[in-house]
């Protein structure tokens, strides 16, 4: 059961101006679910994608990384259910196969299109099925929906993942849309398994690879739930144009940062969902990480955490194990850490200091906030100003179970 | 239930002239079970030792450490229960008074004793029971054996780790026998939680030093069962000299490595015993990795896989869903990997070459494989002469269940 992760609302879903969306039911894997979806975008628009830094990427992040070097996308296509990953020279002939496709039913060119996959590793694409489904998404362009776009990408989802604001850039308003997927595989080294966020705010798409990573970075780059870095990440930024603001053309602009914050505010939250919706996940848990040198330790130092089994079987007993803690941030590689110096509170309740258990401590009150949803774990390093945050989940009977069944 | 570990047997583990061993029941955290042991060393044997790295290392660690440097060791002291660990300055003077209580009792100096904690983290030691324990080991050193050592020092381990080898050391007949302890936690970082290792042989303290590292590096430090670095892992190798070989004293002498060959038969069946009993364990994974340019590379992939949950949660559903171990080695970090050089194996089924699934493989006989208790993960890396394994167990839901329980 996913944690405090509310429905996605339809009817809160805005479009973007220059997008379109159509789902269709292929049978990729099972019959009878939504299980492709192509993206349509309006000529002129921006596209950036940030994608796994993992060697054994998928045939589709291959080819996408090619096609974005021509930066006129017009087409994507999602499929669910086969991750066309470790398929080798097949895989990527099959990858190629599907933009050819999509290329020729939609009078563009075969660069123009982007595709992504996501399910079970090391299978072939049913390319029959496949190439079935795009007539009909693409017929379903006209009615297709977010809603229904978020519903298309799931695998081990158990909800769907969509959420959109408005904002104003340079004084115009603009809006955001994005839709995510992912539960398990997760701990996004570039990006998460498959995030689209779109907006009608006009941006070079020079300054839209820049802004994609730094988007990527501060949502979806610091969300964990099992530490296996997928071979499928992908993460994309469409900007149409359409919302009638002055074309961002430097890092310096004011309406830079308005937008990057807008698209964080879409991004955020869907790397939230995928953790809420984490394989097993009974808990929601921050860790905020303070007084670092710099935010590379304070990474380490989150990360660290947020990886430990030992940590999150805990969390998931609501046992307050808080040495576990301790270890991980022991153990997370700032080499002259002095411990002395350390913090280490729950909630509102400290834990730790002076390198052991603080006198003020009562078990009774670490028990009371192990047995919230939402917990928020706090390093305090004292060896600096920086500071960041991670997110994940608890570690529960149910993520093995879902593991050992996800095949079957 | 633990994967094909044999009992230990009292009779065939041999005792080490000038090493004698005291248990005692303490009831430091339960009632009525072996929980204290004191090794008494002769004077003039070697004992060295290697640690942590977890920088909120216990107490215990900090004092062995210390005392080390001073090398005329006559007493070591471990208790199970409580690792006195994130105890800060109190939990220091605990260990300190641990060894003066020692040191009295002994007519030694407490700089003559090292400490050993192992247990629940962040909780204080009940000094009362331990103190008054020690008499009792002290009184028990005529009688105990090796076998009641290892049981003495278990905590979460569902069966005592033992093992005795002889072997031929500069054509004199040495003995090693030695324990270990541990089943989570594990993912030793210059050693496991707690591993002693006893020989009669004879070789200089500042050599023993080099070689307690060497044997560690081989042996402990290649297992993870769930990749937390404990706070009190710690491998001691005492050298009584009783078995009369000629003083070893250099590297380069043919003795030193019939010695670290005669350590390492010991300290990796006990390092694998400790995998074997995993928490959770239903199966026991070596990871061999082949045809690395380095050490540190094929470590990096080993490591990668034995820690993976998603390949630790298949090898227990025996589902061969082996895009997780491609996932796995692309993502450990080796950044300009040949993915298309890779070979995969699973036992005797080449399973993956070519970026992609072997045409020869079959998924039955994966299935087979995956079925077995003890399997073999073999990486070619195709990339140079390195080679090397690690072993891990897989993820279970006892796993969970273990840890999620493990305090009350």
């Known amino acids: 059961m ?8 339809n009817n809160q879903l805005k479009p973007i101006s220059g997008v379109r969306l159509g789902t269709a039911r292929a049978g990729i894997r099972k019959p009878g679910r939504r299980d492709i979806l192509v993206i349509e975008v309006e000529s002129g628009a921006a596209v950036a994608g940030v994608f796994t830094t993992n060697r054994f990427c998928a045939a589709p992040v291959l080819i996408c990384r090619e096609h974005l070097s021509f930066s006129d996308v017009r087409y994507m296509v999602v499929n669910t259910g086969c991750a066309n990953a470790g398929t080798g020279e097949e895989g990527l002939a099959d990858a190629r196969a599907t933009c050819d496709e999509l290329a020729r039913l939609t009078g563009t060119r075969s660069q123009q299109t982007l595709p992504f ?10 390319m029959d099925r496949l ?8 017929a379903n362009l006209p009615y297709g929906t977010w809603g229904d776009a978020a519903e298309a990408i799931m695998t081990t989802d158990t909800q769907a993942k969509a959420y959109s604001v408005n904002a104003l850039v340079a004084h115009c308003n603009i809006t955001v849309t994005g839709i995510a997927k992912g539960a398990g595989m997760i701990h ?6 498959l995030g689209y966020v779109a907006t009608d705010a006009a941006i070079t798409t020079e300054l839209l690879k820049t802004l994609v990573k730094e988007v990527a970075d501060a ?11 997928s071979t499928n990440d992908s993460f994309i930024v ?12 430097s890092e310096s602009d004011p309406a830079y940062s308005e937008l990057r914050a807008a698209l964080v505010k879409v991004a955020l939250p869907l790397a939230h969902a995928i953790i809420r919706d984490g394989e097993g996940a009974t808990k929601f848990i921050t860790v905020q990480v303070e007084g670092g040198k710099n935010m590379e330790e304070c990474l380490k130092v989150g990360k660290a955490i947020a990886h430990s089994p030992l940590v999150k079987t805990a969390f998931f007993a609501s046992d307050p194990n808080l040495g576990r803690i301790l270890a991980a941030i022991g153990y997370a590689g700032i080499t002259d850490l002095d411990v002395s110096k350390v913090r ?29 949803t939402e917990i928020l774990v706090k390093v305090e390093l004292g060896r600096g100003p920086a500071s960041t945050s991670v997110w994940t989940c608890d570690f529960s009977y ?8 996800y095949r079957s």
């Open 2 to 9: 996913p944690v405090n992760l509310l429905q996605v609302d």
């Open 117 to 126: 996959s996501t399910g079970v590793i090391m299978e072939r694409l049913p």
């Open 131 to 138: 190439l079935a489904g795009l007539a009909g998404a693409l």
């Open 188 to 193: 996004p080294n570039m990006a998460t398994m």
């Open 219 to 229: 949502t979806f780059n610091r969300v964990t739930v099992d530490g296996d870095t």
């Open 238 to 249: 469409i900007a149409s144009g359409k919302a009638g603001n002055a074309l961002i053309t």
């Open 344 to 372: 280490l509170s729950l909630g509102d309740v400290l834990v730790s200091e002076h390198g052991g258990r603080a006198a003020s401590y009562r078990e009774e009150e670490g028990q009371r906030v192990m047995k919230e």
């Open 398 to 405: 149910d993520y093995v179970k879902i593991n050992a069944d």
